[in-house]
């Protein structure tokens, strides 16, 4: 840096000042001035490059910031996305009970249309709110079921509730909420099949327990019978006595083959004959109603492999509802036949005089339970379908208002 001197005119114009201009104490002061330029220069830059360290260090810490930030808002929308698909409700209430949150689930299980981003909420109400309550006074995350009612009828809600820590918004309760209508509903079928399946064992029991005395009471009114064939009175007594006997065996017969039903023991037999037998055992039951029984029979012999017990709950079972459907003075009228049908086939039909059946029954008739018979356990018809299947048969029905019900059973013929 220049070093400039005073002239002499100055020096001159400051002869008569007390203080004396010192040359060498100017040169002096001029290089402690020098001295301290320099050293703010070297502060100065000294500082540029702390500016510049600071600058590298807020941009490097201002990347990290925004890459936690970006990723605190991925985290943020991952679980946003969870709570969107999640299957139970979540809800979240401020301490007053206003809604802060709520994920679909939540809004569908109680048609909340409330934003879920809102800030102060709505306030609930109604069952909602009193549940919720209900909720918040037993002990903390224990799961409660409440039922609310709805359009479609009563739905069971199972509500837990947890409260996290305290933010800068508040206290806050957080419930998780889940539909349990349809478990509810399983639980309630299986007890009742459960309850079922108890008193089908039951029933069986007491039905095997009262078909030995029925076979014992059959057989004496038989020898009654006979014994007093001379007498016609007693014997009007006896064949009523007979026919309330025998109904009463297809009944307990009927609850036996549907509840422990054993494995068929098919053997050769002349379908002929068991329907010939079955008809004459049957007779008491038409006499009783004042109704006729008629068989006829297209050959002499149709050889079939069957159980013959179980065969003849069917013809049973057929014939007493055709029975009950008939009115006295009228018959039924059983028939015989082989028939082609994918090989030779043994047809039975079972035709009756009665009223027909509705037409919205016929789908109906083979479900077990299904009966217009006041006081009927309806299970005939599904004893006679499963018979019928279990001897790789089938069984037809057609029926015409008015004109009476033809139950047909097709069976395969031994060759």
């Not at 001029?30 to 220069?41: I, P, W």
């Not at 109400?125 to 995350?141: I, R, V």
């Not at 089908?200 to 009654?224: D, K, Q």
Request: aromatic letters at 6%; one cysteine or more; hydrophobic letters at 40%.
């Amino acid at each position: 840096m220049p070093i400039i001197l005073a002239t002499k005119q100055e020096i001159s114009e400051h002869a008569n000042n007390p203080v004396r201009l010192d040359r060498d104490s100017l040169v002096k002061a001029f290089e402690s001035f020098t001295h301290v330029a320099g050293s703010l220069e070297n502060s100065y830059v000294q500082l540029q490059d702390e500016v510049a360290k600071l600058r590298l260090e807020l941009e490097s810490k201002n990347r990290v910031l925004a890459k936690s930030l970006a990723e605190n808002r991925r985290v943020r929308a991952y679980l946003g996305r969870i709570l969107e698909v999640l299957p139970c409700g979540v809800v979240a209430v401020d301490g007053n009970f206003n809604l802060r949150y709520a994920n679909p689930q939540a809004r569908a299980l109680f048609s909340c249309t409330t934003d879920h981003q809102g800030g102060s909420g709505d306030a609930l109400d109604g069952p909602l709110l009193l549940m919720l309550k209900d909720a918040t006074a037993g002990p903390k995350s224990a799961e409660r079921t409440f039922a609310l009612q709805a359009k479609e009828g009563p739905r069971f809600l199972a509500v837990s509730c947890v409260v996290p820590p305290q933010s800068e918004c508040g206290q806050e309760t957080v419930f998780i909420i889940r539909d349990v209508t349809e478990a509810r509903r399983l639980e309630e079928e299986q007890e009742f099949s459960r309850r079922m399946q108890a008193l089908a064992e039951m029933t069986a029991v007491l039905a095997h327990e009262i078909r030995n005395p029925l076979g014992s009471l059959e057989l004496f009114a038989a020898l009654i019978r006979d014994a007093t064939k001379e007498h016609e009175e007693v014997s009007q007594w006896i064949i009523h006595m007979q026919a309330g006997l025998r109904a009463l065996s297809a009944t307990v017969n009927n609850v036996l083959h549907f509840h422990s039903m054993a494995p068929s023991q098919l053997k050769p037999l002349n379908l002929v004959k068991l329907l010939a037998e079955t008809i004459e055992f049957l007779q008491p039951l038409a006499l009783q109603r004042g109704m006729g029984i008629e068989f006829t029979a297209a050959i002499k012999e149709i050889p079939i492999p069957a159980d013959s017990h179980r065969l003849q709950q069917v013809f049973f079972n057929l014939t007493i509802n055709a029975f009950r459907a008939m009115a006295p003075g009228k018959t039924l009228k059983v028939s015989a036949s082989v028939e082609q049908r994918n090989g030779a086939m043994a047809r039975i039909d079972f035709k009756d005089e009665g009223p027909g059946i509705p037409s919205e029954y016929l789908e109906k008739i083979f479900d077990a339970g299904f009966t217009t018979v006041k006081g009927s356990p309806g299970l005939g018809l599904a004893v006679c379908k499963r018979i019928m299947s279990q001897h790789k048969g089938g069984i037809e029905v057609q029926s015409t208002p008015g004109k009476g019900t033809t139950f047909t059973l097709l069976l395969p013929v031994l060759s």
